[in-house]
């Protein structure tokens, strides 16, 4: 089950970064990562990175209005992580032509950057990105304590 929440701001720019700090987290059973959020109402449009401590992550996206709608974009291995870690996600819509955005998506654990890629979304909802966290649980109940989450906004050209 995942569970997301946006920041109380309602701020939206059409670069930002997103960088969320788990302080104490378990050592399975959970995902955490920042969110972009475009659009409105309880289904946004959003762009999540997912990290598991156990070593995995994941680039998602769910498309607006749908509640089960989450695709997996990319996936990878990376080192196991343990409390505190810090997860960042750049969202930075590059353009938009007949209905399509570009966005050049970036992430980051533990300062190391572990994914740069390109995503063409038709009929994303625009206005520009406002920050969220993500926490997922998988069987059991667990719990994250996060102690930072920041939105950087980014310039664009």
């Not at 104490?24 to 289904?43: F, N, R």
């Not at 990319?74 to 930075?92: D, F, H, K, N």
């Not at 970036?106 to 993500?134: H, K, S």
Request: proline share 7%; hydrophobic share 35%; net charge positive.
């Amino acid at each position: 089950i995942q569970h997301g929440e946006r920041a109380p701001s309602g701020l939206k720019y059409p670069a930002i970064s997103v960088s969320v700090t788990a302080g104490s987290l378990p050592l399975s059973d959970v995902s955490l990562g920042p969110q972009c959020v475009a659009g409105s109402g309880s289904y946004p449009a959003i762009y999540q990175f997912a990290v598991r401590p156990i070593g995995v992550w994941f680039l998602e996206r769910r498309n607006p209005g749908t509640k089960q709608g989450i695709s997996i974009l990319q996936s990878g291995q990376s080192p196991q992580v343990s409390a505190p870690v810090t997860v960042e996600l750049a969202c930075i819509t590059q353009s938009i032509s007949s209905g399509i955005a570009t966005n050049a998506l970036i992430a980051f654990i533990q300062g190391q950057q572990v994914l740069n890629t390109t995503d063409r979304w038709n009929n994303m909802p625009t206005g520009g990105w406002q920050a969220g966290l993500m926490i997922g649980t998988y069987g059991t109940t667990e719990s994250v304590t996060f102690t930072h989450f920041v939105c950087r906004r980014l310039p664009t050209s």
